[in-house]
C-alpha cells in the first residue's frame, strides 16, 4: 500500500506503520517512508514524519541519518508537517540539547508567527492560535534555553509576547502561561520576566477555580526549588490549600512543602504529613510519602525524641509497603551515630525505652519491618537500660516469638536479639524455654538458630566475648582465605572426595551435554542451563565434600548451613556478588549480628571440635577460593582450546589455498608449491591470497600468543635473517613439520612486503618492524614530479597505525619534509615517535606513522592531510592527500569463550536482527562465517549445528557480539553491543560483505 | 506523554479505550474500573486532575459520559483538559449533537481518525481538517 498511488492507500498505510511497526522490519520499508517525505500531499508529508517519529521513538539508531530530513519537514510550508516534525524534535532535543542549539532561532520564529496569528483560522481554537502547539514550542524552547544564556536571550522577546497575547479569560490560555512560566524559569533567569511569570503564578494561586488553584500550586512547586521567597508572598494560600477538603490539592501542597523544608518548620511540615498519611488508603501514595517524611526526618531532625517517634509513625503506617531503605538506613543512623557519644547514647537509650513501651501494649497490631527493627535496637541496645533487666527484655521478645501472626523472617530477627541479650542476662529460664521450643521447630532456619543459642548458652565465657556490647560498628576479620579449612579439604580429597568444581565449569560439562539441545537463541539457554546447572552440580560437590567425613557431621552441617537469608545466596553468578548484595540490604539493617554468629559458630565449634562443621558462606567462600585456583588452570586449557582451533582453520586454509593452486595448474609437491604461490600468483589472486595470508597471520599470532616458547623464538630469530635469507630458508625446508609450520606463519608477511617492497621500495628495516602485524598494501596516494607519497595501514592489535611513506624521487635532498594530519572529528590521530626527519636525501625514502583511535562509530571517513617540504634550498612546496578509512579497519576479533559470550549477550542492551540472502558459494554456515572472519575481522566463537557465535570488538574496547542462524539460504544476523550505533554499522558492513561475495 | 484514554459512562461501561502505551487485556478491565471509580468518588467542586500511581487522570464530564485520560507528569493537565473539549467539539460537529449512542456504534470512525502518536495536537490538527474523518 505504501507504493500505491491512492491517496487514501497511503494514509492507511502510513497510519498503520506507525501504529503496529515492529522494529525488526523497520529497514524494510524506511526508504519507502523517506520517499513519502517528498510527497507533494501535505497529509502524506505529515503521516510519513508521523511514522518517522514512531521508528524514533522505537529504534532511534536506525534513523539517524534522516535528521536533514527531518530539518527539511521543520521548514515545510503546511503547518501539520511542521507540527508534526516538533515532536521529533522535542523528543530528541530532551536527550540531548547542545546538538539543536542552532535551531533556536527556527523555533522562535516559528512561535513568533503562531502568537501573532499569521496561522490559518482552522488552527484556532476558541480564538486562540493554535494553543498545543504554542506548548509544544515553548517546551522546546525551556530545554534549549537550559542554563545557556546565549540561547536564552534570543527567546526572551517571544517569551515576553506569549506572557502578553494570552491574557484572555480562557482555559487554553491558562494552559499556555502555565507552560511560559515553566519556561521562564527553566531558562536563564530575566529579572522582567520572572517578574511577569510570578504575577502569573499569583493569579493561579488566589483563582477560585480549583483547577486553576491545583495549576498555580503546581508552577509554585516547580518555581520554588529557584526562588522560594516567592513561597512567602502566598503562604496564606498554601496555608488554606492545605485544609483544603480535596485530597488532591492537598497533596499537592504536601509536594511543594516537601520543597521548602528546612529545620525550623519541619516538625509542622512532617506533621501536616502524617496526617495525610494517616487519611490516605492507596498504598502507591503511602510508599511516596513515607519516603519523603523519612527523608525529612533524617535531614532536619530537631531532636531526639521527636526522630523516634516520626520514626515510629512512619514504621507503623509504612509498614511492610516502604522501600527497604529506610528501616535500613534508620538503623545505620542508630549503629554509627552522630559525632557526640552522649547524643547517641541518648538517642539509642530513648529508642530502646519507646520500644519497650510500644510492645507493652497489648493488642497492637504492627508491620513486620517494624517489629524486625524493634527486635535488634533492642538487641543491640537494651544494656543502656537501668531499671529493666536484660531477662525482662528477652521475656518480651518471647512473648513476640510465641505469637502466630509474626512471620518466620522476623522471628529470626528476634532470635538473634535474644542470643545477643543472652550473655547479659543472668537468670535464663526464657532463653532455655526458648531453646528448647526452637530446637525442634520445623523451620530450618529457626532450628539452626536455636542450635547455635544452645551452644553459645553452654559456654557463657565464650559467648561474652563473642557477643560483646555496642560493637555492632567494629568490623569483625574475617580469614577470608580459610587457611584453616585446608586440612578439611585435603583430608576430604584424600578420603575419596571429588575435587570442587567452579561453577562455570560445570555449567561448561553441562552444555555440551545438552549441546544437541540447544536451538533456543542464546539468552534463553544461557539463563535456564545456568540455572540448572548450578542447582545440581552444587548439590553433587556439596555432598562429595561431605562424604568423607561422618554422617553426623553431615547432619550438624545441614543444621549449620541454614543461616538467615541463606536462600538468597543461590544464584547464578555464584557467591560472591550476592552476598555482597546481601550486605546492602540486610546486613544494613542487622549490620554484624549475623556476621558475629557466623563468626561464633565457627569459633565455638573450631574449639569443640576442630573445624568439623562449617557454615555454609565459609564453605562457599571457600568454593570460590577453589574456583578463582581452578580458574587458572581453565584459562589455559581454553587457550589449548583456541590453540586447536587455530590450527585447524589454518589448515584449512592450507588445503584451501592448495585448491586454488591446483587450479592454476602448478602442482607438483607441496612445498614447489608454496614457493609457486609467491612468484607466480597474479595481481588479482594475491588480493585473495592476501586474506588467506591475514588469517594465517591470525593464527600465527594466536600460537604466539599462547605458547611463547618454540614458535616465537623462531619467528623473532627469522624476523632476524635477512629478507632474501627468509625466502630461501621457506622454500627449502619444507619438509620438515617445524618448518612448515614456521612456513605458514611467515610467508604472508614476506609476501606482502616483497610486494610492498616492489612497489614503493620501501627501506627494509621499517619492514621488520611492522611484519608482526598485518597491513594493507601500499597505495600511492598522491605524487609529483619529486616525492611520491604512498600509505598503508597497519592494524595493531590496540590501534590502527597509519604509515605515510615519502619517496623523494628528484636527485636532491629534501629538507623539513612534514607531514600533517587535519583534525577530524571521529578520530584522535596521534603521530608515533621519530617520524619527522629533517632531512630527506636524494632518491631514499621516509615514512611517517600515525596511530589512529576512533572515538565515534562511523561507516567510511576520510582522513586527509598535506605533506609540506622544502627542496634543497629554493622553495616550499605542499602536497595534499586523502586516505579512506572505514570502521572495519578498527574492529579487531574479540577472542572469548561460549561462556563469556553468553553472559555479555545478556548484559547487552542494543540488539538489532536482519536476515541477509546468502549468495550460492557459500551457502552453508561455516563458510559464510568464514567469510565473514577473513573479510570484518570478526572471532568465530563457536558453531553449533546451524548457528554460529562470533564476536570482535571496536578498538579500543567496545564488544560487539553476533549470532548466526542460517535457514536455507537466509543467514539470520542477531547483534548485541555494549555501544547503540555499532551493531547498525556492522550489520551494514556484514550486508555488503555477504551479498558481495 | 498521554498513555490512554478513555470514554466511560458512569455505569462503568467503557465505550472507547485507546492505550497508547501496552497494557495487558485484563489489566486494562481493572483499570478501567479503577479509573472510573476514582472519577465518580469526586465532586463538581474537587479538580479535574487526578493523581493516581505514578500517572496523572485528567476528566471531563459530559452528561453521563466521562472522558478521561492518562498522561505522565511531564505532561500539562490544562492542557489536555482543553483537549478533551476540543476533542468533543469535534465530535460534536461531526455527529451534529453527539450522544453517547453515536459514540458507541461508531467505534470504527473513532478508530479510523485516531492518530498512531501518543500527542494531542495531532489529533485537533486532524480533526480541524474535513476529510480524513470519511474513512
Known sequence: DLQSTNLVEVCMALTVVSQIFPREMIPAVLPLIEDKLQHSKEIIRRKAVLALYKFHLIAPNQVQHIHIKFRKALCDRDVGVMAASLHIYLRMIKENSSGYKDLTGSFVTILKQVVGGKLPVDFNYHSVPAPWLQIQLL??????????????????????????????????????????????????????????????????VLSPKINLKYLGLKA???????????????????????????????????????????????????????????????????????????????????????????????????????????PNNFLRLLAEGFDDETEDQQLRLYAVQSYLTLLDMENVFYPQRFLQVMSWVLGEYSYLLDKETPAEVIAKLYKLLMNDSVSSETKTWLI??????????????????????????????????????????????????????????????????????????????????????????????????????????????????????????????????????SAETGLKETNSLKLEGIKKLWGKEGYLPKKESKTGDESGALPIPQESIMENVDQAITKKDQSQVLTQSKEEKEKQLLASSLFVGLGSESTVNLLGKADTVSHKFRRKSKVKEAKSGETTSTHNMTCSSFSSLSNVAYEDDYYLNTLHDRGDKELKTFSLNSELLDSESLTELPLVEKFSNCSLSTPSLFADNSMEIFHPPQSTAASVAKESSLASPFLEETTEYIHSNAMEICNNETISVSSYKIWKDDCLLMVWSVTNKSGLELKSANLEIFPVENFKVTEQPGCCLPVTEAESTRSFQY????????????????????????????????????????????????????????????????NVKMSESQAALPSALKTLQQKLRLHIIEIIGNEGLLACQLLPSIPCLLHCRVYADVLALWFRSSCSTLPDYLLYQCQKVMEGS | MIKFFLMVNKQGQTRLSKYYEHVDINKRTLLETEVIKSC????????????????????????????????????????????????????????????????????????????????????????????????
Open chain 1, 220 to 326: 509554585l512547586t516547580y518555581v520554588i526549588q529557584q526562588d522560594p521567597t516567592l513561597a512567602l508572598q502566598h503562604q496564606m494560600t498554601i496555608i488554606e490549600c492545605l485544609d483544603h477538603p480535596d485530597p488532591i490539592i492537598k497533596r499537592e501542597t504536601l509536594e511543594l512543602l516537601y520543597r521548602i523544608t528546612n529545620a525550623q518548620n519541619v516538625t509542622v511540615i512532617v506533621q501536616k504529613m502524617l496526617e495525610y498519611l494517616h487519611q490516605s488508603k492507596e498504598e502507591y501514595v503511602i510508599v511516596n510519602l513515607v519516603g519523603k517524611i523519612a527523608e525529612l526526618a533524617e535531614k532536619y531532625a530537631p531532636d531526639n525524641a521527636w526522630f523516634i517517634q516520626t520514626m515510629n509513625a512512619v514504621f507503623s503506617v509504612g509498614g511492610d509497603v516502604m522501600h527497604p531503605d529506610i
Open chain 2, 40 to 135: 465518580l468518588s469526586r465532586s463538581n467542586e474537587q479538580c479535574s486532575f487526578i493523581e493516581y500511581k505514578d500517572f496523572k487522570l485528567i476528566y471531563r464530564q459530559y452528561a453521563a459520559l466521562f472522558i478521561v485520560v492518562g498522561v505522565n507528569d511531564t505532561e500539562n493537565e490544562m492542557a489536555i483538559y482543553e483537549f478533551i473539549h476540543n476533542f468533543v467539539e469535534v465530535l460534536d460537529e461531526y455527529f451534529s449533537r453527539v450522544s453517547e449512542l453515536d459514540v458507541s456504534f461508531f467505534n470504527t470512525v473513532f478508530h479510523g481518525t485516531w492518530q498512531a502518536h501518543s500527542s494531542p495536537y495531532q489529533v485537533l490538527v486532524l480533526a480541524l481538517e474535513d476529510d480524513p474523518t470519511s474513512v
Open chain 1, 851 to 914: 596511530s589512529v583511535q576512533i572515538e565515534k562509530p562511523f561507516t567510511e571517513e576520510i582522513l586527509s592531510g598535506f605533506i609540506s617540504y622544502h627542496m634543497m634550498d629554493t622553495h616550499s612546496a605542499q602536497l595534499e592527500f586523502s586516505v579512506n578509512l572505514s570502521l572495519l579497519d578498527f574492529i579487531r576479533p574479540l577472542k572469548i569463550s561460549s561462556e563469556d559470550f553468553g553472559k555479555l549477550w545478556l548484559s547487552f542492551a542494543n540488539d538489532v536482527k536482519q
Open chain 1, 416 to 549: 538473634a536479639a535474644v542470643t545477643k541479650l543472652t550473655p547479659q542476662a543472668h537468670s535464663s529460664d526464657t532463653v532455655e524455654r526458648l531453646i528448647h521450643e526452637f530446637t525442634i521447630s520445623l523451620d530450618t532456619c529457626m532450628r539452626q538458630h536455636a542450635f547455635e543459642l544452645k551452644h553459645l548458652h553452654e559456654n557463657v565465657e565464650l559467648m561474652k566475648s563473642l557477643l560483646p556490647v555496642d560493637r555492632s560498628c567494629e568490623d569483625l576479620a574475617v580469614d577470608a582465605s580459610l587457611s584453616f579449612l585446608d586440612g578439611f579439604v585435603a583430608e576430604g580429597l584424600s578420603q575419596g572426595a571429588a575435587p570442587y568444581k567452579p561453577h562455570h565449569q560445570r555449567q561448561e560439562e553441562k552444555l555440551s551435554q545438552e549441546k544437541v539441545l540447544n536451538f533456543e537463541p542464546y539468552g534463553l539457554s544461557f539463563s535456564s542451563s545456568g540455572f540448572t546447572g548450578r542447582q545440581s552440580p552444587a548439590g553433587i560437590s556439596l555432598g562429595s565434600d561431605i562424604s568423607g567425613n
Open chain 1, 139 to 204: 517546551r522546546i524552547l525551556g530545554l534549549l534555553g537550559k542554563d545557556d544564556q546565549r540561547t536564552s536571550e534570543l527567546m526572551y522577546d517571544v517569551l515576553d509576547e506569549s506572557l502578553r497575547r494570552a491574557e484572555l479569560n480562557h482555559n487554553v490560555t491558562y494552559a499556555i502561561l502555565f507552560e511560559c512560566v515553566h519556561t521562564v524559569y527553566s531558562i536563564y533567569p530575566k529579572s522582567e520576566l520572572l517578574e511577569k511569570a510570578a504575577k502569573c503564578i499569583g493569579k493561579f
